[in-house]
Nanobody
Framework: QVNLVESGGGLVQAGGSLRLSCAASVSTFSNYNGAWFRRAPGKEREFVAAIIWSGSNTYYADSVKGRFTISRDNAKNTLYLQMNSLKPEDTAVYYC????????????????WGQGTQVTVSL
C-alpha cells in the first residue's frame, strides 16, 4: 500500500486543459503500475487511463483517447494526467490509483487510492 495525494483539479471552460498530479509517498514508486479513474455525479467509478511501472505502455478509455495523456516521473514519485479539449461530460472526481500487481491494469484492480480531486468543466 502507498499513500497517494492528487492535486490540480479545478473549474475550466469546455475546450480547456488541466493537468492532474498524483504524488506517491514511497521511494519505490517505479515498482507500481498507476492509473486514473473518475466518478461523475450519480454514476459509478470508471477507468480513465493507466500506465505500467516503467512508463513504456499506456492504456486509455475510449471516451478520453486522443484528449488525455497519462505519464509518470518515477524520480519524483509522481503520476500525471494531462487533460485537453475538456468537455462538460468530463466533470467528475478524479482518483489516482497504484498497485504492484502485474495484472492490476488488466483487471482494473488497484489497492492504493488517493482521496480524489474535483474537475468541473463548464459550457
Amino acid at each position: 500500500q502507498v499513500n497517494l495525494v492528487e492535486s490540480g483539479g479545478g473549474l475550466v471552460q469546455a475546450g480547456g486543459s488541466l493537468r492532474l498530479s498524483c504524488a506517491a509517498s514511497v521511494s519505490t514508486f517505479s515498482n507500481y503500475n498507476g492509473a486514473w479513474f473518475r466518478r461523475a455525479p450519480g454514476k459509478e467509478r470508471e477507468f480513465v487511463a493507466a500506465i505500467i511501472w516503467s512508463g513504456s505502455n499506456t492504456y486509455y478509455a475510449d471516451s478520453v483517447k486522443g484528449r488525455f495523456t497519462i505519464s509518470r516521473d518515477n524520480a519524483k514519485n509522481t503520476l500525471y494526467l494531462q487533460m485537453n479539449s475538456l468537455k462538460p461530460e468530463d466533470t467528475a472526481v478524479y482518483y489516482c490509483a497504484a498497485d504492484t500487481s502485474a495484472d492490476s491494469i488488466g483487471r482494473r484492480r488497484f489497492r492504493s487510492w488517493g482521496q480524489g480531486t474535483q474537475v468541473t468543466v463548464s459550457l
